[in-house]
């Protein structure tokens, strides 16, 4: 049975153990799966048919009610060889360890997840989320790690993902 729009459920922690994917051996497993409800409860009020901009707006206010720091538009500095070459705008920042990418799209797709990989090079984070919220919610988690005797440039990604109707 899908859920309304009307529909509230409490907070992720608030699901029964067991109950959901079992991601807490990833790097900030506990807050990516509360990030992830969010984004569920979000467009499950609003449904599809909004700018990404408001889906990133009201992610944010979801996220705060359920008491997690989060900022907007949060601009980082792209490095080449000691130089500043440029600067990107994250959609979201959660709890100074989530990037979080907002898009509206048919699908999610890999330069999406491209993009996003490229800013968790830039920023030093290791976890991101791209959050589609097309005609139904869909996410990829991305985790970028980087062995100690890896440059940045030979960072190796790896990433997790999962759908909402996936089996």
Do not use: C
Not at 21 to 31: A, I, S
Not at 67 to 86: A, C, D, H, K
Not at 117 to 133: P, Q, T
């Amino acid at each position: 049975m899908s859920p309304t729009h009307e529909s509230h459920r409490g907070p992720l922690e608030d699901v029964p153990q067991g109950a959901g994917p079992d991601w807490g051996h990833l790097p900030h497993g506990e807050l990516t799966n509360s990030i992830i409800g969010a984004m569920f409860e979000v467009h499950n009020i609003f449904g599809s048919g909004f700018l990404e901009s408001v889906y990133a707006n009201a992610l944010t206010v979801e996220l705060r009610l359920r008491g997690v720091l989060v900022e907007r538009n949060v601009p980082f500095e792209v490095m080449y060889r000691g130089t500043s070459v440029g600067r990107y705008v994250a959609d979201l920042v959660v709890d100074h360890k989530v990037i979080v990418e907002t898009k509206v799209a048919k699908a999610i797709d890999p330069v999406h997840r491209a993009q996003l990989l490229n800013y968790l090079r830039a920023s030093g984070l290791e976890v991101g989320l791209v959050a589609n919220f097309g005609n139904s919610m869909q996410f990829k988690r991305v985790v970028w790690t980087r062995r100690p005797s890896q440059h940045l440039d030979q960072a190796s990604p790896v990433t997790a993902t999962a759908s909402p109707n996936a089996d």
